[in-house]
DNA sequence: CCCAGAAGTTCAATATATTGAACACGATTC
DNA sequence: GAATCGTGTTCAATATATTGAACTTCTGGG
């Protein structure tokens, strides 16, 4: 058997690629665009994108405002909400925090990363307001969150520079990390920790830790997260939750695990 | 010109239109499926299902656990967390209710049409617990709900029928709608009050009130929706709940039609 | 009012994906 | 241990989508 075929990542089933393509830009563009930018961005021909427009149109992957212009569909929001649902990830996530109330009272949130940025897949709010609330589909940098961190920790160096090579994410807040070499700093510390802080970094005053939660291959597929206000967070708390949030994340690793 | 064209709902792009197919078996099915299964149910070949699917695994749709069953992949997220996060429904949606506190104290959701099911793309759940929580991505038969009449009432009758061609959904509670016929009548009486209603028929003990959310071009786009207990759910009070609601989705559809 | 430019639409030739049949592989059964 | 069933993979002929060029429509400017 041949290692690898070259035709294989190059070009099949084109127009899969290319509505995948459009719809990747369109969701990486702030401003909406027209049929005619989306040609110019991904070199497509302006016939081609007319049959495929439309085709995505009629099938609820892209809308059009009344000037024309494209957005993304409401269709993804069902397969992304499967995703979720049955993605035994989120129900294990469920199922530990149903049955172990030692951390009830915390939001927990449970996110997957994406190139640099964490999205947030399931959270469970606590009663008790932290001031932020996470909603599903929000997104927020991966060097700053908790879960991200956990989650980027696990990669290889090379590849988190290389995610980060394009540049580095704004701070979000004065305690934000502000570089690489920073962040790199910092994902040893959790290495060795076994989990990963984020103390105010993406919002002053909530402090959140993070632990990844692995599948079966032990890949990191997910990160856990606990978040609570700051002056919670005492040296000993922090290691107390963060070793019940690993083992939590394990759990729910065991159980995806089969 | 012609109103319409045979060629147009059939057959284009058919990679495209199998991909979104093969996703929405996914989600619809509870149980993991193999390739062969997604074959026999959609009566794709084989050797087109493989190259299909291989393509769609590379570009993150579909993922195979290690039996080789397959799963919705995490691709989709991105477009979804993007269309909540940019969509112009969903934004107004926010704007709106936080402006308008009229209604902020009940629980308000916001779902699209999409075929016979409505998806819901937000919402604001209030304090008081109603025992049922709407959750984003979630979707339920349009027939039983009010925002799923709601946006039904503004189809022409033909395409209405031509939608429930396939099949009339199986009831939810004992007073869920049971026939086309009977959802006609139902419609009409919505008409001609200018909101919809579901009274029990998604979950005995909660009633609902569902309004059309129209775009520039007087398109109905979405559905608004305001739940209440049954108890609370007097005439009167849904006369003036009502009445409120539908200034609320006029409101919403000032903030899309630009 | 007419013209220029851009966006969108249509159409026939071509390059490409799709398809059934034949082939490998593993599990399960006898 | 041999055979069968189901699954996944490969391949060449065909049916189909893709494409550039020509055409229409619309907007904005002179």
Redesign the pocket.
């Given at each position: 058997?041949d290692h690898k075929?070259v035709t294989k990542g190059g070009?099949?089933?084109?127009?899969?690629r290319?509505a995948v393509a459009i719809l990747d830009h369109l969701s990486e563009t702030s401003e909406e665009l027209?049929?005619?930018?989306?040609?110019?961005a991904l070199k497509?021909?302006?016939?081609?994108?007319?049959?495929?427009?439309?085709?995505m149109e009629e099938l609820g992957l892209v809308i059009r405002d009344p000037?024309?212009?494209?957005g993304i569909g409401p269709r993804p929001m069902r397969w992304s909400s499967r995703f979720l649902a049955k993605s035994d990830l989120v129900s294990a996530f469920r199922q530990h925090f149903d049955r172990d109330a030692r951390l009830s009272g915390y939001t927990i949130t449970l996110t997957v990363l994406e190139e640099t940025e964490v999205v947030y897949v399931a959270c469970s709010n606590s009663s008790q307001p932290l001031g932020v609330t996470f909603r599903i589909g929000m997104r927020l940098p991966a060097a700053f969150t908790a879960t991200g961190k956990a989650q980027l920790a696990a990669l290889p160096e090379a590849e988190v520079a290389a995610r980060f090579a394009g540049g580095f994410p704004a701070p979000l807040t004065r305690y934000s990390v502000r570089d690489l070499a920073a962040l790199r700093a910092g994902l040893d510390r959790d290495r060795a920790r076994g989990f990963s802080v984020d103390d105010g970094e993406t919002r002053e005053g909530m402090t959140c830790l993070g632990a990844p939660v692995r599948n079966h291959e032990g890949r990191v597929v997910a990160g856990l997260a606990l978040s609570l206000t700051r002056s919670e967070a005492t040296a000993e708390k922090v290691e107390e939750l963060g070793a019940q949030l690993r083992s939590a994340a394990d759990g729910i690793s065991a159980l995806i695990g089969g």
């Open positions: 058997m075929d070009a099949s089933v084109p127009a899969l290319r027209t049929a005619a930018d989306l040609c110019r497509i021909p302006k016939s081609t994108a007319h049959g495929l427009l439309q085709a000037a024309g212009r494209l």
